[in-house]
Every structure is written in C-alpha cells, then in structure tokens.
C-alpha cells in the first residue's frame, strides 16, 4: 500500500517562496513518476509539475515554469517542490501524486495514489 504525506504549505506574502515535500511510503519509489496537482478554491484541480521515474526529466505548466522546481531524493522516498517568486494566484491547496508508470503525465486520472494535500496562501 502506498501513502503520501505532503508538508511544506503555509501562508506567504507575494514574492516570497516556500518547499512542499511528499514523502512516500510502500516500495517501488524509484519505479515513479510524481506530479504535483493543485485546487484553487472554487476551481477543479489542474497539474502544476511532475518528475519522472529517474529525475532526469520534468515537466511544468505554463503558470509556474521559471518559478518551481521539481527534485525527487529516492533514498529518502521524497520528492520537493520548490516554489519561487510565489503569486497570488498560486494560493490552492496543493496534492502530490504518483503514477506506477515511469513517465510524466499531466493527466489527473493516471496517477494511482495521492496524499491528502497542504494548504498554500500567499497573501499580502
């Protein structure tokens, strides 16, 4: 059985930056891909990044690329999300995933398990 535990969220004012971390329990870690979706109140969940099963490729949407980074520690069974320059608009809470596959997908119903989220605020 897989859990994800995810920490890291709190409240920021704008420009500030935060690290979400999921921490993975169960096997097969390192077989991965995670992604990182999040739900803005009112709003339906959208992807934010993803890492593959090796970190060596990740992808980001568009509202977020230059600002987060993706790395994945698989000793550690954890992945992090680093997130920079932090807008308004990223205030959601925030959800890890893992898709037994080894590839990055943007697309929610891929991914087989999810942690139950942490809150990000960026207010002023």
């Known amino acids: 059985q897989v859990q994800l535990t995810e920490t890291g969220g709190g409240l920021v004012q704008p420009g500030g930056s935060l690290t979400l971390v999921c921490v993975c329990s169960?096997?097969?870690?390192?077989?991965?891909?995670v992604g990182w979706f999040r739900q803005a109140p009112g709003s339906g969940r959208e992807f934010v990044a993803a890492?593959?099963?090796?970190?060596?490729?990740?992808h980001y949407t568009d509202h977020v690329r230059g600002r987060f980074t993706l790395s994945r520690d698989d000793g550690q069974k954890t992945v992090y999300l680093q997130m920079n320059n932090l807008r308004l608009s990223d205030t959601a809470v925030y959800y890890c995933?893992?898709?037994?596959?080894?590839?990055?997908?943007?697309?929610?119903?891929?991914?087989?398990?999810w942690g139950q989220g942490t809150q990000v605020t960026v207010s002023s």
């Open positions: 995933a893992v898709d037994n596959a080894h590839y990055i997908t943007t697309m929610e119903y891929e991914y087989d398990y």
């Open positions: 169960g096997d097969n870690f390192s077989n991965y891909a």
């Open positions: 890492i593959n099963w090796n970190g060596q490729r990740s």
